[in-house]
Nanobody, 124 residues
Framework: QVQLVESGGGLVQAGGSLRLSCAASGRTFSRYYMGWFRQAPGKEREFVAAISRSGGSQYYVDSVKGRFTISRDNAKNTVYLQMNSLKPEDTAVYYC?????????????????WGQGTQVTVSS
């Protein structure tokens, strides 16, 4: 069992930055691929970024490439999402998730555990 708790969301102006954190419980954090997803009002949940178990590989949706960076610290059981040059269309609830298999990392169905989400609002 893995419990995930996100933090770091908030209100920011367009062009600003936020850093999301996701703290995981348990001793097996390093065995999971980790991902970030987001869901805007009236829209489906969308893949944002994922990172491999060691942190050596990162994957992004095209709309955030060059602006967002996913990273992890396995010693701290934490995954991060650094978000720069934020745009109003980035406004959403952001969720972190853990996947044991690591395959299909951009599909929400591949993830076994989810956090409760943190709100990110970008004003224009």
């Amino acid at each position: 069992q893995v419990q995930l708790v996100e933090s770091g969301g908030g209100l920011v102006q367009a062009g600003g930055s936020l850093r999301l954190s996701c703290a995981a419980s348990g001793r097996t954090f390093s065995r999971y691929y980790m991902g970030w997803f987001r869901q805007a009002p009236g829209k489906e949940r969308e893949f944002v970024a994922a990172i491999s178990r060691s942190g050596g590989s990162q994957y992004y949706v095209d709309s955030v490439k060059g602006r967002f960076t996913i990273s992890r610290d396995n010693a701290k059981n934490t995954v991060y999402l650094q978000m720069n040059s934020l745009k109003p269309e980035d406004t959403a609830v952001y969720y972190c998730a853990a996947s044991w298999s690591g395959s299909l990392y951009d599909r929400s169905g591949a993830y076994d555990y989810w956090g409760q989400g943190t709100q990110v609002t970008v004003s224009s």
